[in-house]
């Protein structure tokens, strides 16, 4: 049934994760080109609405993933540093109305005053 409320949803791309526990770059570079296949539908949706914000982002980095040895996109060596959680910073990307409260940096545990703050549930401070 459809809503004039709107709706809220999660997705995610939970294997991202298992595929950095488990240090193995096809893995993840499979679970990388779906979710980016995702985002690309979120995306041109939230283009066609207008009022759609996107936000895009993880809980934390795990693996600490780097491409060594190579200058070329075929010429690199993908190499972890880790199976376990990093405390590298995670990206966040906002897309439509209220993106802007999402620009800087700041600590993830803001997200959810954000988001409230984009829904007009309270001010963001």
Same mark, same amino acid.
């Given at each position: 049934?459809?809503?004039?409320?709107?709706?809220?949803?999660?997705?995610?791309?939970?294997?991202?994760?298992?595929?950095?526990?488990?240090?193995?770059?096809?893995?993840?570079? $499979?679970? *990388? +080109?779906?979710?980016?296949?995702?985002?690309? @539908?979120?995306?041109? !949706?939230?283009?066609?609405?207008?009022? #759609?914000?996107?936000?895009?982002?993880?809980?934390?980095?795990?693996?600490?993933?780097?491409?060594?040895?190579?200058?070329?996109?075929?010429?690199?060596?993908?190499?972890?540093?880790?199976?376990?959680?990093? $405390?590298? *910073? +995670?990206?966040?990307?906002?897309?439509?109305? @209220?993106?802007?409260? !999402?620009?800087?940096?700041?600590?993830? #545990?803001?997200?959810?005053?954000?988001?409230?703050?984009?829904?007009?549930?309270?001010?963001?401070?």
């Amino acid at each position: 049934k459809r809503s004039d409320k709107g709706f809220f949803l999660m997705v995610e791309g939970s294997q991202i994760d298992w595929a950095c526990h488990a240090n193995d770059p096809d893995w993840l570079h $499979a679970e *990388m +080109v779906d979710f980016d296949k995702t985002i690309k @539908q979120v995306l041109e !949706f939230a283009a066609s609405n207008g009022e #759609t914000l996107v936000i895009v982002t993880g809980d934390h980095e795990c693996g600490g993933l780097s491409l060594t040895d190579g200058s070329t996109k075929r010429d690199f060596k993908p190499t972890f540093a880790s199976r376990l959680h990093t $405390a590298t *910073m +995670v990206p966040v990307f906002a897309y439509g109305p @209220q993106a802007a409260l !999402f620009n800087g940096i700041f600590d993830n #545990t803001e997200i959810y005053s954000k988001m409230r703050a984009a829904l007009d549930l309270q001010e963001y401070k």
